[in-house]
């Protein structure tokens, strides 16, 4: 299965700043994901991203809130931005998982503090 | 859209007993029901999967059932072990619509030595 390489690991911001996270993948993707795991919580897609055209975003999530780059197939960045103590939460990517059915692999996370 | 319900919320047992976690959903046309387990400070990783043209896959003290009909499914784990303490998450996914997975509410199993 992919490896992912997801930066930073953790990161305290103040409110009112933007926190840009990165995601590297081992092999080439077609989708990347991006989920939202608010503390004690499941996980929620934010959006997904294909190489070479807009994100897709979820209900309640937008693009000048949650920017999404994805400039070629192994990486990825979401920028969380304008911060409030709301937005605390861990963040995560993920990506398929060929050779393992349609399963995800999901990067290790971002926890975020916003204070 | 998908609704993917997930029991208990926690799980408390002994070291060698069995856990079952139980999850049930709501779009009949989902066919891919993988599981998750996150530990802490981790991202969560894939530990067994089903199809819908499958009732019961084993993988070792690891087993998931699938009842399409009542449309829920079980992860099953023998012989408990303390490494097993982790939070639990099931999901339901259209096969064809990769960003389509909706996962439930997760499950916190500590396994007591």
């Known amino acids: 299965s992919a490896v992912i390489s997801q930066k930073p690991s953790r990161d305290i911001c103040q409110r009112g700043t933007s926190l840009t996270i990165q995601c590297q993948v081992d092999?080439?993707?077609?989708?990347m994901f991006w989920y939202r795991q608010q503390p004690g919580q499941s996980l929620t897609l934010i959006a997904t991203a294909n190489q070479g055209s807009e994100a897709t975003y979820e209900s309640g999530f937008v693009i000048d809130k949650f920017p999404i780059s994805r400039p070629n197939l192994t990486f990825s960045t979401l920028t969380v931005s304008n911060m409030s103590p709301e937005d605390s939460s861990i963040y995560l990517c993920?990506?398929?998982?060929?050779?393992?059915?349609?399963?995800?692999?999901f990067g290790s996370g971002t926890r975020l503090t916003v204070v | 859209g998908e609704n993917v319900e997930q029991h208990p919320s926690t799980l408390s047992v002994q070291e060698g007993d069995s856990a079952v976690i139980k999850c049930t959903y709501s779009?009949?046309?989902?066919?891919?029901f993988p599981w998750y387990k996150q530990e802490l400070g981790k991202g969560p990783q894939l530990i067994i999967d089903i199809r819908s043209n499958v009732g019961e896959k084993k993988d070792q003290r690891i087993a998931v059932t699938l009842n399409k009909t009542a449309k829920h499914f079980s992860l099953h784990i023998t012989e408990t072990q303390p490494e097993d303490s982790a939070v639990y998450f099931c999901?339901?996914?259209?096969?064809?619509?990769?960003?389509?997975?909706?996962f439930g509410a997760g499950t916190r199993l500590t396994v007591k030595p």
């Open positions: 779009d009949s046309a989902s066919n891919y």
């Open positions: 092999s080439q993707v077609t989708m």
């Open positions: 993920s990506v398929e998982s060929p050779g393992r059915g349609d399963g995800y692999t």
């Open positions: 999901a339901a996914m259209r096969g064809t619509n990769n960003n389509d997975m909706r």
